[in-house]
């Protein structure tokens, strides 16, 4: 992978694992996450005048792909109602890589050489170790979180794609994330009402800024996959966790403890091996 791709990734797991957190933190994640998406909603109008359209061909893939978005949304949503972000976050990422390798071979047509196979099972192995406690996986929304990676790599593979047949990759994200950011305030319309999600509450600012990182971050791997593998793109985006431990450890009080060292050393041998 081109070095340049390899820091965009690495930023864009930054910017995710932001998001998340502060997603986790909030009292009412549906609500939170619906203000993310009209927050990218309305960035996207104001960002779509300025750039083509997007091929005709890469709209069957925009449409899908937001279906999955809005499915990821709700599976993420019900997977941090039992779960913590520590051990919920890293699973729902850590399962991704792999699909996203074996859908993009199957899909796409995709060859992923040894070295960055082994890379991505690395890294997911790593991931996945960061959620483990006491040589266990006890998780009671586990089915949710492993929904959750489906999803994720359900719509990395759509997008992967849609994006190199879009002509321009900015406008097909710009335009699937518009979608995206639509469906959901007219789901939660739907669940809920109009009045609940219009009135102003504590932390609106704070999840209408968590969405615009959202939409930066998805934008620099959509950028990504247009250069370098989608397996390989999806496990680096996935070092998120990496950066979600940091973060808790700094700011959060959590324990950085021998275990969690030790999965972060195989996520980085996992990356350099990519690299």
């Known amino acids: 992978m081109p070095a340049h791709i390899i820091s965009l990734t690495l930023f864009a797991a930054l910017l995710h694992a932001s ?25 996207c109008v104001v960002i779509a005048p300025f750039l083509p359209l997007p091929a005709r061909a890469s709209i069957g893939y925009a449409v899908l792909s937001a279906l999955l978005h809005v499915s990821y949304n ?22 991704s890589p792999l ?35 006491s040589r266990k996986l006890a998780m009671p929304g586990l089915k949710y979180t492993l929904a959750t990676g489906a999803f994720i790599a359900a719509y990395s593979v759509v997008d992967g794609m849609g994006v190199r047949v879009s002509g321009n990759p900015f406008s097909y994200t710009v335009w699937m994330s518009m979608l995206w950011g639509v469906l959901m305030p007219v789901l939660y319309i739907v669940l809920r ?35 370098a593998p989608m397996g390989a793109v999806s496990a680096l985006r996935e070092t998120s966790v990496l950066f979600a431990a940091v973060l808790g450890y700094w700011f959060l009080g959590e324990t950085l403890t021998l275990r969690k060292m030790l999965a972060c050393a195989v996520i980085a041998t996992g990356t350099l091996l990519m690299g």
């Open 74 to 95: 709700l599976c993420l949503i019900r997977s941090y109602q039992s779960g913590d972000l520590g051990q919920t976050y890293p699973v729902a990422r850590g399962s």
């Open 99 to 133: 699909m996203v390798t074996c859908g993009a071979a199957l899909f796409a047509g995709e060859k992923i050489a040894f070295n960055t196979l082994l890379g991505i099972a690395l890294i997911s192995g790593g991931i996945l170790m960061l959620a483990m406690r």
């Open 193 to 227: 009402d109009t009045k609940s999600l219009l009135r102003w509450r504590p932390g609106l600012l704070s999840a209408a800024a968590g969405g615009l990182v959202s939409l930066l971050a998805y934008g620099i791997i959509i950028y990504a996959m247009t250069a």
């Open 19 to 43: 998001w998340n957190a502060l997603l986790r933190s909030g009292n009412d994640r549906l609500w939170s996450m619906t203000i993310m998406c009209v927050a990218i909603a309305l960035s």
